[in-house]
């Protein structure tokens, strides 16, 4: 029993010092006599209560995720809460959070859970973030608009084709979301394209990003999605300003 503390507690402690190397070498890149000049204009009590504002983003979004991926395995709420935790932690550091979605691949591989299914479920946490900001856009241009906030002079306005592309792109999505699973599900079963194993792979990981849950779980998923990655910045940022 004893090997086995002190293993763990010895790879605990490699975890640590990996993680402030990654830390020191961070702030070797980071000037910090500019950061600092920067914040001492800012006063620190807005900042303060924005940073607790954004902390709710993390576990808001973690639930979004466990809601998402807990089909097809057995996996708890909180061990899947930790993975996402400890994921934002390399999406800091890693171009377009690439580091995080590895991390949750490998941890969620390492309990035997197909990966094929965990990138499926990863492609459709983007896609459903992506079209939640576009929902979250339209929202807020409609309210500016009927307030008289903002105004749409023509048609080559850059807003207006902002706002067209962000409801054409959720028109587009929630198409898939009806029919995804099926055109998927078709060019699976009826084998027209050449039967290589990494065709069938990428058909795997396509035919799970279209599978999405009921109704009643992809509006809550949506909403979570809406509150964590819109509400709450734009909430910050209005602190902050």
């Given at each position: ?42 006063s ?26 807990k ?9 899947h809460?930790k ?24 941890g ?38 009927s ?95």
């Amino acid at each position: 029993m004893a090997p086995q503390v002190s293993s763990t507690f010895l790879s605990k402690l490699i975890k640590g010092f990996i993680s402030l190397a990654i830390l020191g070498v961070l702030i070797m890149f980071l000037d910090l006599d500019k950061i600092l000049s920067v914040l001492s204009t800012f006063s620190f009590v807005p900042i303060f209560i924005a940073f607790l504002v954004l902390v709710f983003e993390f576990p808001i979004l973690g639930f979004r995720w466990y809601l998402i991926i807990k089909q097809k395995n057995n996996v708890r709420f909180l061990a899947h809460l930790k993975l996402y935790f400890i994921a934002n932690f390399f999406n800091t550091f890693t171009p377009a959070q690439i580091g995080g979605d590895v991390y949750r691949l490998y941890g969620l591989w390492k309990k035997e859970i197909d990966p094929r299914f965990v990138v499926g479920k990863l492609v459709q946490e983007r896609l459903i973030g992506l079209v939640g900001f576009f929902i979250f856009l339209v929202c807020c241009m409609i309210f500016t608009l009927s307030s008289g906030l903002l105004e749409l002079k023509s048609f080559s306005d850059p807003l207006y084709v902002v706002f067209i592309f962000s409801i054409a792109s959720i028109i587009i999505f929630f198409i898939a979301v009806v029919f995804g699973e099926r055109i998927t599900n078709y060019l699976i079963s009826h084998k027209w394209l050449p039967d290589y194993k990494w065709i069938i792979n990428i058909l795997t990981v396509i035919h799970e990003s279209m599978k999405y849950p009921s109704f009643y779980n992809l509006s809550l998923i949506f909403l979570l999605s809406i509150f964590g990655g819109g509400v709450i910045w734009t909430l910050a940022v209005f602190i902050v300003a």
